[in-house]
């Protein structure tokens, strides 16, 4: 679902590659999508019958299928771009990275919203201290029913290695280490009864005393505006979870006023879809002119953080969404 919504249309837009190969276990599935897309590529049911015959591949397919298919490809000298997160679990994430420095092949993770422009300039603007002194942040991100892959694996927990946390959530959790690194405490709870959670709320802490701290809440049976909040000691920072949301910022001592925060000279990179600035990343990457922006360490490190939010997991009261509200 999301190579035929996404990453293929990406493709066809992208200069720097030509599609050459489509794979999926259902041939009639890629035939029609080979059909619908006017291409006339190899069409393959398994990646070791085009692996020698391409020089990169998108890895677009359920969780825990990215590590079998990622090491077939690095086996044959493949770069591998891999839709988020890395892996099912951390071990097999790890399992990819390693086989990737041991054959000297580009292990790309897929978080595609670190290619947002609005989000670059977030964290080129934090960076530098620009809106003060962080003190507090809130994400949330909710849909009623969410996403509907065609083979259904997120309806099994070992598929997905978890719920709304590992499947939506997971492009927050990489922007948190891209932000801030790690965060020193977490708290966490969710709906799960043993199979993948609907509905979490996570919180975390920076620092000490003289820290910060910050709530993350994600569903799949309410609908929650996709939005970041962030507090800090002069005003406070609003950015919609779209491609194309302002930075909005709200100083303190200015009542009624919001300032629309932009980028100078950036129209013709804001205009590029997020996917297709991946892959162009990733296609550079590959011909060694630049490194992918994000790197397989920032992408075990969220699976890290992740398996440590389920590791302290608390159950979710019932009323959790009255009290989020």
Not at 24 to 31: G, L, N, Q, T, Y
Not at 238 to 247: F, G, Q, S, Y
């Amino acid at each position: 679902m999301i190579a035929e919504s996404a990453h293929l249309p990406a493709a066809l837009e992208c200069p720097a590659v030509e599609v050459v190969a489509l794979v999926d276990p259902v041939r009639e599935r890629i035939a029609r999508l080979a059909r619908r897309f006017g291409l006339a590529p190899l069409l393959a049911q398994d990646v070791s019958e085009v692996v020698g015959r391409i020089d990169a591949a998108v890895v677009a397919t359920p969780n825990d299928t990215h590590m079998p298919i990622a090491l077939k490809c690095i086996a044959g000298g493949v770069s591998v771009l891999i839709e988020k997160p890395l892996a099912a679990c951390l071990d097999d994430g790890r399992a990819i990275a390693d086989a990737g420095a041991a054959h000297g092949v580009l292990v790309a993770p897929g978080y595609v919203t670190r290619f947002r422009p609005n989000l670059r300039l977030l964290k080129a603007l934090l960076d530098r201290n620009y809106f003060g002194r962080v003190r507090r942040f809130v994400h949330q991100f909710g849909t009623v029913g969410g996403w509907a892959p065609l083979s259904a694996y997120n309806l099994t927990r070992s598929a997905t290695g978890g719920g709304v946390l590992m499947v939506t959530a997971t492009h927050f959790v990489d922007r948190l280490i891209w932000f801030w690194g790690a965060p020193s405490e977490v708290s966490y709870w969710d709906d799960s009864r043993g199979g993948p959670e609907a509905n979490c709320v996570a919180r975390f802490r920076y620092g000490g005393d003289d820290g910060f701290e910050g709530e993350a809440r994600y569903s799949k049976t309410f609908s929650l505006a996709g939005s970041f909040v962030i507090e800090t000691d002069r005003g406070t920072v609003l950015l919609a979870d779209t491609d194309d949301a302002e930075i909005l910022f709200r100083p303190h001592d200015s009542h009624g006023v919001v300032h629309a925060v932009r980028a100078v000279g950036d129209h013709q990179d804001g205009a590029r879809s997020p996917f297709v600035s991946q892959l162009q990343a990733f296609a550079d990457a590959c011909r060694k002119t630049s490194a992918f922006p994000v790197s397989v360490e920032e992408s075990l490190r969220s699976l890290e953080l992740v398996e440590r939010l389920y590791s302290c997991r608390q159950p979710l009261p019932d009323d959790w969404y009255g009290a989020a509200s």
